[in-house]
């Protein structure tokens, strides 16, 4: 079944640019500000305090006492918590990777690697965390026959690769933003049993209509919009499954408690015929 590239009307479906959430500040550059204003404050109140009372602590002792003040700022400008132990690291990681002596260029290779892998986070706010072997087969044995099926940011292609070999009747679509994530489930396809297809796009710009079951492991923050595009796209009878996050305000027609590392559940929704309006 060919995949219609979607329509100026679902272009138009609020892609996370358009959304309220992604005109905010993104939380990357939230975090950049906290880190900022926690070294001034350290410089300007802390280490004057430390210096009158005499206790000096070591370059690492610092950067942690910065990274407590970095995550509580983070915590009042109300970061995702993921963000937390990110704050709390930034430059004690800073500090530590200084005392190593490495050359320039793996600070560079290191950030190009990043850059490969979360390159769209900050837009995004979806890192790369990939779904259990549960979480696969659950989705496997739910599967109608012949199913053409979406991993909507698929990340390695673990999904797809394992569902072409558990129902080879389906077909299995992949769309993936992150540059490095879609080489490396490209290059599993082509070397492997080449039985699905994964395509560099973002979610925003695939029309969903031609697919049976859409999968989306994402985060909290797309989930509304993703629902209104699923609800104008999906055909009635088919299915939309989210790993973990709900849609805000509507009930699943099944949760599946998965016993896997996270305990993490699916959310399976079955489109109705009731319009959207
Ligand atoms: C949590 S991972 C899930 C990976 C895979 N589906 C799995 O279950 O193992 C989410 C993936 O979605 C990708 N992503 C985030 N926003 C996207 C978008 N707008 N379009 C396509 N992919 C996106 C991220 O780069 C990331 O690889």
Known sequence: MPL?????RAAALLPPDSSPLAREMAPGLKSLLVQAVSVLLWLMLGMPVLERIEVSLLPLQHALCIGIIAAGLGW???LPRWWLPINILFVPGLVTMNGLGLEPYWYLAIFALLLLVYWSVARTRVPLYLSSH???EAVAERLPASAVVADLGS???GLLHFLAQ???????????????PFLLSWLRMRLGSGCYEVRWASLWHVDLQP??????YLSPVPMADLWRKVQQEMRP??????????????????????DDLHQSRLYIYRLSDVPVI
């Not at 219609?4 to 100026?8: F, K, L, R, V």
């Not at 697919?211 to 989306?216: E, G, I, K, L, P």
């Open 211 to 216: 697919f049976d079951v859409v999968y989306a």
């Open 76 to 78: 009042a400008w109300q």
């Open 4 to 8: 219609q590239p979607s329509t100026e």
């Open 155 to 157: 990340g390695l292609g």
């Open 134 to 136: 549960k979480a696969w």
């Open 166 to 180: 558990q129902r080879p009747d389906g077909r299995y679509v992949g769309m993936e933003i992150a540059p490095l």
């Open 237 to 258: 009878g088919t299915l939309f499954i989210s790993n973990t996050f709900q849609v805000p305000g509507v009930e699943p027609n099944e949760m599946v408690p998965l």
